[in-house]
Every structure is written in structure tokens, then in C-alpha cells.
């Protein structure tokens, strides 16, 4: 795709000349940034959901238990996450910057991602967005599995709780132990699609409105991490049922169906144990899509040669 900036003789060259590259850089850097300064809250909040209970999974105590697995498992996720996403945005939405003009007549570039066409770009980002968790979820469910069964206590640390997973080949099979490594696959999908189907959209949107209002060419890390803040609080409330869902499947000690998993939350806990840890869900959401989202939209720009 043609930059955009090659077209002010005065601004700084681009580093990275490939915009594959640039998401995946970007998308790693971002990943690893946002998992690692949020870990404990995600603890916290994996044992509010657990069926132990909060206390008996390790209430306040070795929050950052687990946190291997969130180190290996985070810049791939994010970076596959990125590529994906990116890529059906260069394809399906306009390459060419067109000219609009500011309120004082003034003309002024617009970058294609910005063109107004706000039905199909939502669409696009939409799409994009779903494409790229499921890319993404192929690292995290894993990582995910491993990572919380450490965080809840059932073992000593995420090293261990692979170990538990892989040596269970010995008398069930490798079959097996993909089906643990990837246990709460489909309810993980059906959580994080909807989430981002949410949380993209409105960011693009929400950046979108900041650029019309000031007429810059791509909004600023720390603007790009405050409406993800809000973009990211929307969507973890929506879909914090399903967050419920997916972790107390993963942490369950033997294999069980979302409906039948569903019935027993309902009937043992009622309905306001889907709404478990929303408190701690939003507000570690809302922190990581500052720092996941501005991160990103911070090594993109500097990566793109885009003027902070």
C-alpha cells in the first residue's frame, strides 16, 4: 500500500518498509506490553470465576503464578492477531488516500482506512477483527489453559501445569492431550469473537471522529489508547457471561459441554455467577485496551514514520 506520507516531501521517511512487518512487530510489542503489566488483575480475576472459589484458588496471594505461559504465548497471539487483521483491512477498504477539506476550506489527505464509508468499513473491521481472534486464539487457548489452571492453584506453576497436560500422553494418547491443550477452543472463539466485533469497530470509529476533528492523518499513541479504553470497558461487559463460561470450562477437572456447564452455574450459583469478576474484568479490559490498543497505534505510527 502506498504511504501515505510519500506524499509530504517533509516528513520522515518510513522505517519499515512492509506493513506486514509493521503489524507484526507492533501487534508482539503491544501483546507482551498489556499481559505483563495486567497480569495480576487476570489472576484476580480467573479466581473470582473459579468454582472453588475465590479464596481457595489463592485469593490475594502469588498473583503472577502462571505468568510463564502469558510470556511465551503473548507477542505470537498478538502478532498473528495484527497480521490478520490488517491484511483484510488493506484489501477490502480503498488503497488510495483521497482529498478532503476542513471547515476553513482548507484541503487536506485522508488516509484510505478513513474514507467515509462508515457501513462498510464497520463491516470490514468487523470481519477483520473475527478473523484475527481466530488466527490468534490457535497461541492463546493453549496458553490460556495452562495459565489459568496455575493461577487457580490446581498446580505449583504454568510449567507444571504443561507438564500435567503433556504426561497424560502416556495413558491417553496425544489426541488427548490436544484436547486438553485446546479445551474451552469453541467457547474462547465464541467469547473473544463477539468481543472484538465490538471493541475494533468502535475503536476504528472512535479514531476515525478524532481525525475528522483535528485533521491530523492518524491519531497519537496515547489518543489511540484512550479510545481503547472505552472501546475495550464496552465490549468486556457485554460479553463477561461468556468470560465465565470459558474460564470455568478450562479449569473444570473433567471434560464437560457448554449447555451442560451452563445449566450447573445456573442452577448452583444462579444468574449473577455469569456476571463474576465484572468489576475486575472491565477495568483490567478497559487498562489493557489502553495499553494494548496505544501501544500498538504507538510502534505502528513510529514504525510507519508517522509523526507521533
Known amino acids: 500500500m502506498q504511504d501515505v506520507l510519500s506524499l509530504h516531501p517533509g516528513k520522515r521517511k518510513q522505517w519499515v518498509e512492509s506493513p506486514y512487518l509493521r503489524s507484526l512487530i507492533a501487534g508482539g510489542l503491544a ?83 478513513y474514507q467515509h464509508n462508515e457501513g462498510r468499513e464497520a463491516g470490514v473491521h468487523m470481519l477483520a477483527a473475527s478473523l484475527g481472534e481466530v488466527a490468534a486464539c490457535a497461541v492463546r487457548v493453549p496458553t490460556e489453559v495452562v495459565k489459568q489452571r496455575a493461577q487457580a492453584k490446581q498446580h505449583p506453576s504454568s510449567l507444571t501445569a504443561l507438564q500435567h497436560i503433556l504426561a497424560q500422553r502416556h495413558t491417553h494418547g496425544f489426541v488427548h492431550v490436544w484436547m486438553e491443550l485446546y479445551r474451552g477452543w469453541s467457547i474462547t472463539i465464541m467469547r473473544e469473537v463477539p468481543f472484538t466485533v465490538i471493541q475494533f469497530p468502535l475503536w476504528e470509529a472512535l479514531k476515525r471522529m478524532r481525525i475528522a476533528k483535528t485533521g491530523k492523518k492518524e491519531v497519537s499513541g496515547l489518543e489511540g489508547g484512550v479510545l481503547g479504553s472505552v472501546a ?32 450447573e452455574i445456573l442452577k448452583t450459583n ?34 510507519g514514520g508517522v509523526e507521533q
Open 31 to 113: 501483546g507482551t506490553t498489556v499481559d505483563l503489566s495486567l497480569y495480576p488483575l487476570d489472576t484476580l480475576k480467573t479466581r473470582l470465576q473459579s468454582s472453588t472459589g475465590f479464596t481457595a484458588s489463592g485469593g490475594f496471594s502469588g498473583i503472577y503464578r502462571g505468568v510463564g505461559s502469558a510470556l511465551i504465548g503473548s507477542a505470537p497471539g498478538a502478532a498473528l492477531f495484527f497480521i490478520t487483521y490488517d491484511s483484510i483491512k488493506r484489501a477490502l477498504i480503498p488503497t488510495h488516500p483521497t482529498i478532503a477539506y476542513t471547515a476553513d476550506g482548507k484541503p487536506r489527505r485522508v488516509p484510505p482506512e
Open 232 to 263: 475495550g470497558a464496552v465490549a468486556a461487559g457485554v460479553t463477561t457471561p461468556l468470560d465465565v463460561l470459558k474460564t470455568r470450562l478450562m479449569l473444570s477437572r473433567e471434560r464437560v459441554g457448554m449447555g451442560m456447564m451452563l445449566k
Open 270 to 303: 444462579g444468574p449473577g455467577a455469569l456476571f463474576a469478576g465484572i468489576g475486575p474484568r472491565i477495568g483490567w479490559i478497559s487498562a489493557g485496551g489502553a495499553i494494548f490498543l496505544g501501544s500498538y497505534q504507538w510502534a505502528s505510527n513510529l514504525l
